[in-house]
């Protein structure tokens, strides 16, 4: 087993920046695609970011692209997500997690393990 603890959400204004973290433990961090997914009231669980074991690679979804940046730290076992010139849209629950799936060219279809989310509220 793998467990994951996001950290770092929180309450902020429209334009403003936020760091996620995700500590993880229990398995061999660099081995494993990370990932970082959303869900906001009412909606369905949406991909943000991933990025490969050693961080090659990185994958964004469109709404994010050229404002946040997915990074990990092999050494502290940890995955961030760098969140800059927020937008109340991007209210929801986020959550990362660990795929153990090798994939080229985009992000994994499947994930292993999962966090249990960090709120970030983002007031316009």
């Known amino acids: 087993q793998m467990q994951l603890v996001e950290s770092g959400g929180g309450l902020v204004q429209a334009g403003d920046s936020l760091r996620l973290s995700c500590a993880a433990s229990?398995?061999?961090?660099?081995?494993?695609?990370m990932g970082w997914f959303r869900q906001a009231p009412g909606k369905e669980r949406e991909f943000v970011a991933a990025?490969?074991?050693?961080?090659?690679?990185?994958y964004y979804a469109d709404s994010v692209k050229g404002r946040f940046t997915i990074s990990r730290d092999n050494v502290k076992n940890t995955l961030y997500l760098q969140m800059n010139n927020l937008k109340s849209g991007d209210t929801a629950v986020y959550y990362c997690?660990?795929?153990?799936?090798?994939?080229?060219?985009?992000?994994?279809?499947?994930?292993?393990?999962w966090g249990q989310g960090t709120q970030v509220t983002v007031s316009s």
């Open positions: 997690a660990a795929s153990s799936v090798e994939t080229v060219g985009g992000p994994p279809p499947k994930y292993d393990y």
């Open positions: 229990g398995r061999t961090f660099s081995r494993y695609f």
């Open positions: 990025i490969t074991g050693i961080g090659g690679s990185r």
